[in-house]
């Protein structure tokens, strides 16, 4: 069954976001009947990492949220982290499909783009993530939009 917890919405929206929030209802009625299901060989990989990224977990909720709503994509997705895990549990929690990738922090200031180049690498060898062939890599603060 699918979890739905992402995609609930703000009881109180203003007037203007009315068509916004039809639209999102409109596609969730679509995903629950029609859900797009990848295929175990690909996943999306974010990054969210170092100082910059601690406070603001709710920019990598608001890009899940866009992923599973708009993009109607409900395969795995994979956060690149240096993060404890309990800074995700919520997302953990509420998507079977998503999980952490820890790595280890670094001073240097350019982690992501360090990690952006080596996801495979950091994947080999881990068999929950063996099947994986095809990565698609998106930074957390892009949203998919109607």
């Known amino acids: 069954m699918l979890n739905t917890t992402l995609f609930e919405q703000p009881k109180k929206c203003p007037k203007e976001m009315k068509r916004k ?10 995903a629950v009947e029609y859900p797009i299901r990848a295929d175990a ?27 599973r709503r708009r993009g109607l994509y409900f395969g795995k997705i ?7 895990r309990s800074r995700f549990k919520s997302l953990t929690d509420a998507d079977a499909d998503i999980d952490l990738l820890k790595v280890e922090s670094r001073p240097n200031g350019m982690l992501s783009k360090r990690y952006k180049t ?12 063996d099947d994986i062939e095809e990565l698609l890599y998106m930074d957390v603060d892009i949203v998919i939009a109607e």
């Open 78 to 84: 994979i956060i690149v982290t240096d993060a404890k």
């Open 118 to 129: 080596e996801l495979l690498h950091l994947l080999d060898g881990r068999k929950d993530f």
């Open 21 to 30: 929030r039809e639209a999102i209802a409109d596609q969730l009625s679509r």
């Open 41 to 67: 060989s690909f996943a999306i990989t974010l990054s969210a990492l170092g100082d910059a990224m601690a406070p603001n977990v709710h920019v990598v909720e608001r890009c899940i949220q866009s992923i």
